[in-house]
């Protein structure tokens, strides 16, 4: 549909091919920025859904989220494969930038200030997607496994 909306824009200086390739190709990264935007909410935005998801108004854990023991049992090798199948899907849930790095954290074991500079995260943004990845994966772990 673009290229047929400027057709007349086309000044012939390379093959139709190639500027219909062109064409796709930025619709296409016009694609992932939009997804990519969407995983920059405002850090208010995020953290009003947190508040709603995990607190009661009064701040306090809401009863039904509260976090509860967490105890993974050593049984045997299909216990652990069916945890980490559980733990991968619940890692997928993550944004983006919370799987990366979380991954980047706990599984990878770089240092914080690596992960930083590589991700261009501020220190206390790093600690709160930290955080807020752990509450997840953890209530998705609660609600999965447990």
């Not at 508040?51 to 039904?64: I, N, P």
């Not at 199948?85 to 919370?98: E, F, G, R, T, Y």
Request: one cysteine or more.
């Amino acid at each position: 549909m673009a290229a047929l909306q400027r057709a007349d824009k086309f000044e012939g200086k390379s093959t139709e091919r190639t500027w219909l390739t062109a064409i796709l190709k930025n619709k296409i990264i016009d694609v992932y920025r939009k997804k990519s935007s969407a995983l920059n909410k405002p850090e208010d935005i995020v953290e009003e859904q947190v508040r709603q998801d995990f607190f009661a108004e009064d701040g306090h854990w809401r009863e039904d989220t509260y976090p509860r023991e967490f105890v993974a049992e050593q049984q045997d090798a299909l216990h652990d494969k069916e945890f980490n199948s559980v733990l991968q899907q619940c890692m997928q849930k993550l944004p983006a930038l919370w799987l990366a790095v979380f991954t980047m954290k706990h599984m990878e074991d770089q240092a914080s200030n690596v992960i930083c500079t590589e991700l261009k995260l501020s220190d206390s943004n790093f600690w709160v997607i930290i955080h807020r990845a752990k509450l997840n994966l953890r209530a998705c772990l609660q609600k999965n496994w447990i």
